[in-house]
């Protein structure tokens, strides 16, 4: 049985990416908590460029923002080599089956 612990994410770099401040800071904070180091990004853009920087260990990110969304910052992030084994996990509203076939 895997327990999570204030030490379980040390070492950890996470990319939290969201234009909604208070997810943005939950997640952020949730990670901090179990040890990671959390980065954040407001935009897609913003976290494509936090991400080649940094090359966090994962990215949770918000799919629906504006201008450069989730779905697209993750086109980028995967068509760059530099970046594009870096694990995305889709944190979303969207919960019809062909927007969890497109994730």
Do not use: C
């Not at 952020?28 to 936090?50: C, D, K, N, P, R």
């Not at 969304?69 to 068509?79: E, F, Q, R, T, V």
């Not at 084994?85 to 919960?95: E, K, Q, S, Y």
Request: proline share 4%.
């Amino acid at each position: 049985m895997f327990t999570l612990t204030k030490t379980t994410l040390t070492g950890w770099t996470v990319l939290v990416v969201d234009d909604e401040k208070d997810s943005l800071e939950v997640a952020a904070m949730l990670f901090a908590f179990y040890g990671a180091t959390s980065l954040t990004a407001t935009t897609g853009a913003e976290g494509i460029t936090v991400a080649k920087t940094h090359l966090p260990r994962f990215i949770l990110s918000d799919l629906s923002m504006p201008n450069v969304s989730g779905w697209d910052m993750i086109d980028a992030l995967k068509a760059d080599p530099t970046t594009a084994d870096i694990p995305i996990i889709a944190l979303t509203a969207h919960a019809m089956q062909s927007d969890r076939d497109k994730a």
